[in-house]
């Protein structure tokens, strides 16, 4: 089966998505392949989790995302205290209306911050389930619709785990993909010296594309071509992790919904109107590893899920050249 070639708009595409990707560059340096991994999330219509020490720049990431979009942005200091109705909005009594009326919650927002979100109770973190998998938020009974784009990027600390509350699977299994920054490399540490030194950098940016901008480019990523034989690639390698001896937990389907997803934008950043096998595998790390969960014996063994993965995109048989297209 041949792909049809993308639309005129391809070049338009790779533009936009080159340009978020430049101008977030101008503040975090050094980590070209995670800002496209987050940018190819939002596009992909997903939301990012982003695990790290402090200090790698986590927040920072978020906001220089959102401030290079023209959209509505919030963030969200996630805290023991904080309640369900601060995410979604409460309805409030209107004296002079004679009636109650909605205030809408930051969760109301075309790109949301959860700051620290695992030290919020886990009644907190579940106010998040039906937006970020339905874009859709249920208050007092009545359903209100999210505008698209929206998506959730929340940061955690994964070394201290005193007054947090992990995650449950159900809500992990939400976040398309898991962004780790880790530490600069020493040249580009000098650079942040100079480019942070004074003032942030971060003041200095601007959009540089709008909301329908990037809702069109979903649009245009979705019309991205998956062979027939690409697709069983992709249900092979969810269903290797399910039978897989060092792993207890499986990926779900919404994983390979998610990874097909993600590889249509890959390959549309790259000019490409169809996926490939490497678009694949170049994302089943981000995509897979926080949806997995090892066996004690094989954590006794001192393995990790990235080798698990790793051994298991290196096994699963491949489809050829010729089939993809």
């Not at 919030?74 to 109705?85: C, E, G, K, N």
């Not at 938020?137 to 600390?157: K, S, W």
């Not at 100079?194 to 959009?207: K, L």
Request: charged share 25%; hydrophobic share 40%; aromatic share 6%.
């Amino acid at each position: 089966m041949t792909a049809e070639p993308m639309e005129s708009g391809a070049a338009w595409f790779t533009e936009r998505f080159e340009t978020i990707v430049s101008n977030i560059e101008r503040v975090i340096q050094g980590k070209h392949e995670e800002i496209r991994l987050v940018v190819q999330t939002l596009i992909a219509g997903g939301h990012a989790l982003v695990e790290d020490v402090p200090g790698v720049g986590k927040t920072l990431l978020a906001k220089s995302l959102a401030r290079s979009i023209d959209c509505s942005f919030h963030r969200i200091q996630f805290t023991p205290d904080l309640l369900p109705s601060d995410l979604t909005g409460v309805s409030v009594w209107d004296r002079e209306r004679g009636k109650f009326v909605f205030r809408r919650g930051p969760v109301f927002s075309n790109i949301v911050l959860g700051d620290e979100i695992n030290r919020a109770s886990p009644k907190t973190q579940a106010a998040l389930l039906e937006a970020m998998e339905e874009r859709q938020v249920t208050v007092d009974g009545i359903t209100r619709p999210l505008e698209p784009p929206f998506m959730v990027i929340a940061t955690q600390n994964p070394i201290e785990h005193e007054g947090t509350y992990p995650l449950p699977e159900a809500q992990l299994d939400r976040f398309m993909t898991r962004v780790t920054l880790g530490y600069p490399s020493r040249s580009k540490e000098l650079e942040m010296l100079d480019a942070h030194g004074t003032h942030s950098v971060f003041e200095d940016i601007d959009p540089v594309v709008r909301a329908d901008e990037v809702v069109a480019m979903v649009r245009q990523a979705a019309m991205v071509h998956v062979a027939p034989e690409l697709k069983g690639y992709l249900v092979d390698l969810t269903e290797a992790t399910r039978v897989d001896p060092d792993l207890l937990l499986g990926a779900s389907p919404r994983a390979t919904l998610f990874l097909q997803r993600a590889a249509r934008v890959r390959a549309a950043a790259n000019g490409r109107g169809y996926v490939t096998p490497d678009d694949v595998k170049a994302l089943v790390g981000s995509t897979l590893s926080h949806r997995v969960i090892l066996r004690p014996e094989a954590q006794m063994r001192a393995v990790s899920v990235t080798e698990v993965l790793a051994r298991i995109a290196g096994t699963v048989p491949v489809p050829g050249t010729a089939d993809i297209r």
